[in-house]
């Protein structure tokens, strides 16, 4: 069986600014309930106690977020995500307080040792807990399985390979996801984003390869050019005959009346996103980078172009003004 873990109310939080309402979230994990999805992930679009100047304020706590769904679910179980070093232990407890059942704890792909204290403690905590390696792109997959294998070793149930930035080609992903397959005796996952237009072909891909879970959300809701949208993932593993327990008609009405209409930019492969994958760029850059290119005069693609030739990742977003600022300069002088 293949679980499908929705990230529509937390990875969707960097489309709308993290400004969610309880409302929202919770006609959305109806639907989600409704349709038998088997994780459902809420937190701050950058993991527990996310909030701050350099990610963004959600518009509610963390907690409220949490308490409200959770009273909605009857078959999926609630997920959170959390990022060392922005999450600490005492984030982890009250989180599994409030009933969150399944920890995805995220690091960048060649930093999973400083997972080891949360991990382990989650597993304390008697918590499903799931390694998320992210930017897998960024390291050839041999370091990605050493990295993985560091994760599994602390008690992660599960590890994922993670295309933050949308810029894994298909036969990447389908090598990243064997490759652990192969070398861990935990179970797999999949995660990425739709910079490339790749986001269903390479979560069907990691299927194929043998994951056990990846990731999707409502009309693709999240970072970027959004994630593999669930929807379109379900009605084509239904088609494969993969076997998952998500029904159709509720995600789509889902993702038709109750997610399109909150978008406040279309998530979309449009130009400025599409510079995401290709230049290998943390999806959550887009609105900062938008932002930070309207405000100092320089074109957002370069500014990605940029950032991906340093090699920035997730945490820098400051450097993303720093960059246009450099630029602006450049073309002043």
């Known amino acids: 069986m293949v679980l499908i873990n929705d990230v529509t109310l937390r990875d969707g939080m960097h489309a709308l600014g993290h400004q969610y309402t309880v409302e929202q979230m919770v006609a959305i994990a109806r639907k989600l309930d409704e349709a038998q999805i088997d994780l459902i992930e809420v937190s701050h679009g950058d993991g527990l106690n996310g909030n ?18 959770r009273a909605e679910l009857r078959h999926a179980r ?14 982890l407890r009250w989180a599994r307080e409030a009933g969150v059942e399944t920890i995805r704890i995220a690091t960048h792909c060649t930093e ?4 080891r204290q949360h991990i382990e403690a989650a597993r304390g905590m008697g918590m499903d807990v799931v390694g998320f390696l992210m930017m897998a792109h960024m390291i050839p997959t041999r370091e990605l399985v050493a990295q993985a294998r560091l994760m599994e070793s602390y008690g992660a149930h599960c590890v994922y390979v993670t295309d933050s930035a949308g810029a894994l080609l298909m036969d990447e992903a389908r090598e990243r996801v064997s490759a ?30 043998g994951a056990h879970r990846v990731d999707a959300s409502l009309a693709g809701m999240g970072a970027g050019a959004g994630n593999c949208a669930l ?20 995600l789509l009405d ?3 009346h109750l997610v399109r209409p909150i978008q406040r930019r279309p998530v979309q492969v449009d130009g400025n996103a599409l510079m995401l ?6 999806s ?25 030739r340093r090699r920035m990742v997730g945490g820098q977003e400051d450097m993303i003004v720093d960059v246009a600022l450099t630029l602006k300069a450049s073309l002043e002088g």
């Open 180 to 209: 652990l397959r192969e070398a861990l005796s935990c179970e797999v996952g999949f995660h990425n984003h739709n910079n490339l237009g790749l986001g269903v072909a390479n979560t069907v891909i990691a299927v194929e390869a």
């Open 78 to 91: 609630l997920a959170a995500l959390l990022l060392p070093g922005i999450g600490t232990i005492e984030e």
């Open 231 to 250: 929807e379109v993932l379900v009605a084509v593993l239904h088609r494969m005959g993969a076997p998952i327990r998500a029904a159709l008609y509720p």
């Open 52 to 69: 701050s100047f350099n990610y963004g304020f959600s518009r509610h706590t963390e907690l409220e977020y949490l308490q409200a769904v």
């Open 254 to 256: 889902a993702a038709d």
């Open 284 to 308: 959550s850059f887009l609105l900062h980078t938008e932002r930070a290119a309207a405000a100092h005069g320089v074109d957002p693609r370069d500014i990605l172009v940029e950032l991906g």
């Open 277 to 282: 994958g290709y230049a290998g760029v943390y």
């Open 112 to 115: 999973a040792d400083i997972s």
